[in-house]
C-alpha cells in the first residue's frame, strides 16, 4: 500500500503569490493582513486615513494643532492667556508692594539710627557740659590763651564737633527762645542795626546736635534804645 506524501517533507512551499491564493498573512495578496504571524506577532502598517490624516507615517494632521486655521488663538487659550496676564500683574502689583514696604524701613532705620546716634553722644555731652562750661569761662578770663591745657581744651572741642556736636550762643545774636535761655536783662549798646533783643553776653554755652538741643545757651540781653 502506497502512502500519500506528507506536505512539509519535500521543504517544498507551497505558492502563496497566486492571484486569490490563501496565505498567513491574508486572505489574498495586496490586502491587509487580519491575524498575527505564524509566531503570534503583530505588525502594524500605514494605510491612507480619512480626512485630517496624514498622508506619511508619523507626519502631521490637522488634529496636531490647537490654533484655529485663521492662526487665531482658540477660546481654550484666550482664557489661559487672561489668566496668565491676571497672574502677572497680581505679581507685579506685589513686587512692588514690597519695594515701597523696603523703601520705608530702610528709612525708617536710617532715621533711627540716627536718632539713637544723637542720643548717645547728647549723654556723653551732658556728662562733659561741667568741663565744658570750665573752657568757657577760661578762655573768657584769658587763661587759655595758650600752653597745653590751651591745645587740649581745642582737641576735645574739636573731637565733639567730628561727632556733630556744635555751640550755639554768640553776643550779637538776635534773641531767639529756641536756643537762648535769657537770665539777665541789661540796658547795653547794640549793635549797629539791630531791631530787636540782641544778645549782649553769653553765660553760659547752649550745645546742640543736629536738630536736638542738648541745652540752650544761657545769655543775658538787651533791647534796642
Do not use: C, W
Not at 25 to 37: E, H, I, Q
Not at 59 to 75: N, Q, V, Y
Amino acid at each position: 500500500m502506497t502512502e500519500s506524501p506528507k506536505h512539509g517533507t519535500s521543504g517544498e512551499q507551497p505558492d502563496v503569490t497566486a492571484s486569490g491564493a490563501t496565505g498567513a498573512g491574508g486572505d489574498a495578496a495586496g490586502t491587509p493582513p487580519r491575524g498575527g504571524s505564524a509566531h503570534g506577532e503583530r505588525h502594524h502598517t500605514y494605510y491612507e486615513g480619512g480626512p485630517g490624516a496624514s498622508s506619511e507615517p508619523g507626519g502631521e494632521d490637522e488634529f496636531d494643532h490647537t490654533a484655529s486655521e485663521s492662526g487665531e488663538p482658540s477660546e481654550a487659550e484666550g482664557v489661559v492667556l487672561a489668566e496668565e496676564d491676571t497672574m502677572a500683574a497680581t505679581l507685579l502689583a506685589d513686587l512692588q508692594r514690597l519695594q515701597a514696604e523696603y523703601v520705608n524701613y530702610k528709612k525708617r532705620v536710617d532715621r533711627d539710627r540716627e536718632v539713637i546716634r544723637h542720643t548717645a553722644v547728647g549723654s556723653v555731652v551732658e556728662s562733659l557740659l561741667p568741663v565744658l562750661d570750665d573752657i568757657h569761662m577760661a578762655r573768657q578770663a584769658g587763661d587759655l590763651a595758650d600752653g597745653p591745657f590751651a591745645s587740649i581744651a581745642d582737641k576735645l572741642e574739636a573731637t565733639l564737633g567730628r561727632f556733630g556736636v556744635e555751640r550755639v550762643g554768640e553776643a550779637g545774636q538776635e534773641f531767639d527762645p529756641n536756643v537762648h535761655e535769657a537770665l539777665m536783662h541789661v540796658e547795653a549798646e547794640l549793635p549797629e542795626g539791630a531791631t530787636g533783643t540782641t544778645v549782649v553776653q553769653v553765660l553760659q554755652p547752649g550745645y546742640r546736635i543736629g536738630d536736638r538741643l542738648v541745652r540752650a545757651a544761657r545769655v543775658s540781653v538787651a533791647d534796642p534804645a
